[in-house]
């Protein structure tokens, strides 16, 4: 199976900071990549899909990019709201995710 | 809008089955997989299996063959998985998906 690896494990930024969060494969995933959001005691919510395409509902301050194994979610201007814990997963082959990067408010 | 309606707690004892459901609305249930995945603290979001909706065709991870088995009820557009031999290791919140929407998660706790 790909293992996805994600990093920072934890992130503490303040709000209106630009925040990036990483996600690296173990192989080429053909940019087969999402993230999820996912709040205390919620169910994890898709954000962005296929590296880099905003799924309907979700501000534009987050974007994706990448290629090959090295994937990225950016949040241009952090607010309060987007506290969570963030997970990348692949779909290129058999579906792994990662650990998640826990992101703070400073 | 797409809904995906998951089934309620579940308290089993050790050796036990349990079939929880996952109900769908808001698109056709026939055009697309409903994934499952299951989520604990210790080891994350584990990617279960999928079911073809239209066919029943399934695909699991090895590591969950024998322990989870899907199916689909066309007729109320509802997706199944049921939990055969459950140990404390199943002890989790288990997940349907259908690409881009996620049920709102079904917390299994097997406990003697």
């Known amino acids: 199976d790909i293992q996805m690896t994600q990093s920072p494990s934890v992130l503490s930024a303040s709000v209106g900071d630009r925040v990036t969060l990483n996600c690296k494969a173990s192989?080429?995933?053909?940019?087969?990549l999402n993230w999820y959001q996912q709040k205390l005691g919620e169910a994890p919510k898709l954000l962005i899909y296929?590296?880099?395409n905003l799924q309907t509902g979700i501000p534009s301050r987050f974007s994706g990019s990448g290629s090959g194994t090295d994937y990225t979610l950016t949040i241009s201007s952090l607010q309060p709201e987007d506290v969570a814990t963030y997970f990348c997963f692949q779909h290129n082959s058999w579906p792994t995710f990662g650990a998640g990067t826990k992101l703070e408010l400073k | 809008q797409v809904q995906l309606q998951q089934s309620g707690a579940e308290l089993a004892k050790p050796g036990s089955s349990v079939k929880i459901s996952c109900k769908a609305s808001g698109y056709t249930f026939t055009s697309y997989y409903i994934s499952w995945i299951k989520q604990t603290t210790g080891q994350g979001l584990e990617y279960i299996g999928y079911i073809n909706t239209g066919s029943g065709g399934t695909n699991y991870n090895e590591k969950f063959k024998g322990k989870a088995t899907l199916t689909v009820d066309k007729s109320s557009s509802t997706a199944f998985m049921q939990l055969s031999s459950l140990t404390p290791d199943d002890s989790a919140v288990y997940y349907c998906?259908?690409?881009?929407?996620w049920g709102q998660g079904v917390m299994v706790t097997v406990s003697s």
């Open positions: 998906a259908e690409g881009h929407y």
């Open positions: 296929n590296t880099n």
């Open positions: 192989q080429n995933i053909n940019k087969y």
